[in-house]
């Protein structure tokens, strides 16, 4: 039986995703939750698993393309299959700790096309890593949707077709195929194994960010790891090569002039984001100048520790904690404007949210309840989503929920700004540039640590008396690192 699997919803409700990278070609059999391929949504790169077993039918998007949530993704020929969409009647979303149930539209859709009876829809609903046997059906763990689910019946890797059962032809710009050198581009159909080039994650971004298709480069490097070098290798033999003439009758592209990028993923998320948060708050924005020697003196001590070995420890980790102490004592930053309600709702923790610059855009992960981690902890959590942004790993539900936010335009060498508060927030505060300057130190000018501190802030919420006590607090941490004890 042929089996269609439809876009799942992938977390917040976001309406579409765009193909990156197939891991499958028509043909190959799959197992149940194998990769078979990377989608990125407006918030982050997300892998989709088989959810099911059996041999691939036809892929219905093509990489580059837009696909929205219900809309077919991939056809599976599986044995005993009795149903069209594997869709069960409450969705299955990734939020990057479990698992979260919901009715929405894509799911009615894929309910109403089923071809069982409507219990028999109900007995497909998977949860995180349990297998469930469908009523009548013997042994068949029921398909899971989006990363978790139904455990494989067996720990075999997939099978492909071997080299010369037959071919692919690559589906690549022709404009590129003539620019590439000929001794490793050709045109036409290629005797290539329809397996994808072997090489790491971070090598297919590097490709995909440089319009670079991965299949040429493993032509010239057969059965090897494809690596970062070996792609700037192609790229510079790409680039050496003359220029393509166009056709006759076509005029020459004026594309050395001007580059023309879609308006898709992260950064169409943030520029919503940011018009909505910048046309509703009514912003503020408070500045202070300060010595923060003690605070660097600190940090330079904490790097000589055997203790903190494998923890890194920086300036930002200690702003961080020395925010969730100061809204502690000013809880209108840590509060949020519930207009439809008519409320204000003030937060008894804090989900602290640092923004990140990645190659997709600005996103701001959210270390939940940061209020309640030590220093030590604090830093790790700092590290950690700092790796996963620049990975382009985020996932949705990490970039949601944020109460307060932190932006470092610092390490830009950027003194001060007026950054725009996140939806839904009270307040972001900007850390500036550390620069050793001439300062008044004890009724003496000394070189001293100084850096600027910027607040923005919902002046529907707060008013500038609470800004600047907040700010004071934060400042008052970072001038003398032993006032932490005091707050609270």
Known sequence: ???????????EGLPEAEIVQWHVSEGDTVTLNQTIAEVETAKAIVEIPSPY?????????????????????????????DAESPAPTERTRVDGGGTRT???????????????????????RVADDVRTTAAGETGRATPNLVGYGAAPTSGSRPRRRARGAGTVALDTDHAVREAAPHDIVR????????????????VRKFAKDHGIDLALVAAAHPGELITRVHVEEYAEQVASAPPATPPAGVPASGGDRVTRTPIRGVRKYTAAA??????????ATTFLTLDVTA????????????????????LLAIVAKAVCLALGRTPALNARWDEAAGEIIEHHYVNLGIAAATDRGLVVPVIADADRLDLVDLADAIADLATTARAGRTTPAA?????????NVGVFGVDAGTPILNPGEAGILAVGAL???????????????????????????????????????????LREPGRAMLLR
């Not at 005797?191 to 090489?199: Q, T």
């Not at 970039?399 to 932006?407: D, K, P, Q």
């Open 1 to 11: 039986m042929i089996s269609e699997f439809r876009l799942p919803d992938l977390g």
């Open 53 to 81: 077993a059996g041999i691939v039918q036809g892929l219905h998007a093509a990489a580059g393309d837009i696909v929205e949530v219900g809309s077919p993704l991939v056809s599976f020929a599986v044995e005993g299959a």
């Open 102 to 124: 919901g009715t929405g539209p894509a799911d009615r859709l894929a309910e109403s096309r089923a071809d069982g009876p409507s219990s028999d829809l109900e007995e497909r």
């Open 187 to 202: 045109t036409g159909p290629i005797d290539l194994p329809l397996e994808r080039p072997r090489s790491t994650p971070p």
């Open 274 to 283: 940011m018009v909505q948060s910048a046309f509703t708050a009514p912003h």
């Open 295 to 314: 605070t660097t003196e600190l940090l330079a001590s904490l790097k000589t520790d055997r203790a903190l070995d494998g923890h890194k420890i920086g």
């Open 399 to 407: 970039m949601t929920g944020g109460t307060f936010s932190i932006t």
């Open 435 to 477: 620069r050793t300057t001439p300062w008044e130190h004890q009724g003496e000018i000394a070189l001293r640590d100084v850096l600027t501190l910027s607040l923005s802030f919902d002046h529907r919420l707060v008013d500038g008396a609470e800004a600047a006590r907040f700010l004071t607090d934060v400042a008052g941490v």
